[in-house]
């Protein structure tokens, strides 16, 4: 029901920024929370960052916590990461991902609570 697209990985010297962008269509009138998940080679996906339907609840890794920033526009049906302060163990390959929501306050934050993913975009910081 609900397609996504991540945009805006590429490489990136370690201490700069990135701003990744999640677009989502198809039944985008549906309530849903969002996350960004990250993965690398040998390892499970890990939550980076969740946001509620409402926005008024938000989780962050411990690892990103005052570096990365998640926000979202339901009008515009998007949801961005920026990515500051970047270090090289950042480096993975980031996915967005829905899950359908019981309230506007709902706010997963395991892989397996997400139904929609997206095909995930790379994210390289260089040192």
């Known amino acids: 029901q609900v397609q996504l697209v991540e945009s805006g990985g590429g490489l990136v010297q370690a201490g700069g920024s990135l701003r990744l962008s999640c677009a989502a269509s198809?039944?985008?009138?549906?309530?849903?929370?969002m996350g960004w998940f990250r993965q690398v080679p040998g390892k499970e996906r890990e939550l980076v960052a969740a946001?509620?339907?409402?926005?008024?609840?938000?989780s962050y890794a411990d690892s990103v916590k005052g570096r990365f920033t998640i926000s979202r526009d339901n009008a515009k049906g998007t949801v961005d990461l920026q990515m500051n302060s970047l270090k090289a163990e950042d480096t993975a390959v980031y996915y967005c991902?829905?899950?359908?929501?019981?309230?506007?306050?709902?706010?997963?934050?395991?892989?397996?609570?997400?139904?929609?993913w997206g095909q995930g975009t790379q994210v390289t910081v260089s040192s």
């Open positions: 991902a829905a899950a359908l929501a019981y309230s506007g306050s709902y706010l997963p934050i395991r892989r397996v609570d997400y139904g929609y």
């Open positions: 946001i509620s339907w409402s926005g008024g609840r938000i």
């Open positions: 198809g039944r985008t009138f549906s309530t849903y929370a």
